[in-house]
């Protein structure tokens, strides 16, 4: 009686573990089946950029307004190549990228903001605009032109030149992001 018992248990012990495995078989495939047949334009940098992207070019924008620091525009270009390298894996190449940035700096704008009573600016605001063209080698639709603008406040008691360097690459960061969201992430 006591064998019988042992064989019925053994064999109770090897369906369990055959079932096992058939599950985790079965879990293996359709991961991979899910994996295989997602969307290929999806990545976890938040990019929808189709796979047949692999280069970007980006063109020298250059400074078309008055006003701003001498080495804006080429702040500005390699802070956008830089962007482009570290959140894509594409080559930022100098010539004939599959997509391609260009365009020109044209506001560099002091504003007063808030007035009070005494008819001065409760606020100072430093704004910069970015006129951008993008054009996708690969998928004319996409190609645009359009302006970005971001800005940043201080207060009315500073000059610009004391804020400037601190103003300017958040700034310039934020519009970096606006174009990228625009051409790499498609919103």
Do not use: H
């Not at 042992?6 to 991961?31: D, G, H, P, Q, W």
């Not at 250059?62 to 080495?71: C, I, K, Q």
């Not at 310039?172 to 498609?186: E, G, R, S």
Request: charged letters at 20%.
């Amino acid at each position: 009686m006591k064998n019988r018992l042992i064989v019925k248990s053994e064999k109770l012990i090897m369906k369990n573990v055959r079932i096992k495995r058939l599950l985790t078989a079965l879990f293996t495939i359709n991961f991979s089946l899910f994996t295989l047949t997602s969307c290929g334009v999806y990545s976890f940098t938040g990019t929808t950029l189709s796979p047949d992207i692999k280069t970007v070019t980006v063109n020298n924008f250059t400074l078309a307004t008055a006003g701003g620091p001498a080495n804006l525009p080429l702040t500005f270009n390699e802070k956008l190549k830089e962007y482009y390298q570290r959140y894509t894996n594409l080559k930022v190449v100098p010539l004939n990228g599959d997509m391609v940035l260009e365009g020109n700096i044209t506001g560099y704008d002091l504003l007063a903001i808030a007035p009070t009573a005494s008819d001065q600016a409760g606020v100072n605001r430093l704004q910069i605009t970015v006129l951008t063209r993008f054009y996708n080698n690969k998928d004319e639709t996409k190609n645009f032109e359009q302006s970005f603008s971001f800005y940043q406040d201080f207060p009315q008691n500073q000059t610009l030149s004391q804020n400037e360097s601190r103003l300017v690459p958040k700034i310039l960061d934020q519009l970096v992001l606006d174009i990228f969201n625009k051409t790499a992430a498609d919103w």
